[in-house]
């Protein structure tokens, strides 16, 4: 089973700032990874896949890059409603499809 | 567009089986493969496994011995079993479309399943 683990778990940024979010794959997943949003009491959201593709829909701030182990989400200039939960989830070995265990965007 | 939502008991008893339905509307169930992730309060995200319209199905092998699902494609729903629960179990729900570029696409909005006598 392929083991994602996220970094940092928290994350405190103002409006306008810029996040960072890591995501590291046990063994590589290629390119097979996306990212999802999700905020309080609702279902999460898909952001990016295939590592550097927007979802439809999604704002030209959120970007996704990285390849084998080491992937990144970046958001640049934060808006109030990107503080949210993420999640990283890759396709490339399964079953079964796993996900990371999130890192938090919270308003500093 | 194409929406999905979950329906089924909030509570079950130990040991007993949890029983959920996805409904599908605004699309048909036709050509997707339709999947059941769940998030214990406070937790992430885990996949539970997934069942194609045809109603061939792949499950996460943590918890193969103990899912059944099935589809219906004439009422455009598919459903979950989980047997043998424990409060382990307790979740929220999420049913979710796996579309053509192997991604989670669509969700559900999730049902919370507290397993608990």
């Known amino acids: 089973e392929v083991v994602l683990t996220q970094s940092p778990a928290t994350l405190s940024l103002s409006p306008g700032e810029t996040a960072t979010l890591s995501c590291r794959a046990s063994?590589?997943?290629?390119?097979?990874l996306a990212w999802f949003q999700q905020k309080p009491g609702q279902a999460p959201r898909l952001l990016i896949y295939?590592?550097?593709n927007r979802a439809t829909g999604i704002p030209a701030r959120f970007s996704g890059s990285g390849s084998g182990t080491d992937f990144t989400l970046t958001i640049s200039s934060l808006e109030p409603e990107d503080f949210a939960v993420y999640y990283c989830?890759?396709?490339?070995?399964?079953?079964?499809?796993?996900f990371g265990q999130g890192t938090k965007l919270e308003i500093k | 567009q194409v929406q999905l939502q979950e329906s089924g008991p909030g509570l079950v008893k130990p040991s007993e089986t949890l029983s959920l339905t996805c409904t599908v509307s605004?699309?048909?169930?036709?050509?997707?493969?339709w999947s059941w992730i769940r998030q214990p309060p406070g937790k992430g995200l885990e996949w539970i496994g997934y069942?194609?319209?045809?109603?061939?199905?792949t499950y996460n092998p943590s918890l193969k011995s103990r899912v059944t699902m099935s589809v219906d494609t004439s009422r455009n729903h598919f459903s979950l079993r989980l047997s043998s629960v424990t409060a382990a179990d307790t979740a929220v729900y999420y049913c979710?479309?796996?579309?053509?570029?192997?991604?989670?696409?669509?969700w559900g909005q999730g049902t919370m399943v507290t397993v608990s006598s």
């Open positions: 979710a479309r796996f579309n053509g570029d192997e991604q989670f696409d669509i």
């Open positions: 605004g699309g048909s169930i036709s050509g997707y493969f």
């Open positions: 069942i194609f319209y045809t109603g061939s199905t």
């Open positions: 063994q590589s997943v290629r390119t097979y």
């Open positions: 295939d590592a550097s």
């Open positions: 989830q890759q396709r490339a070995n399964w079953p079964p499809y796993t």
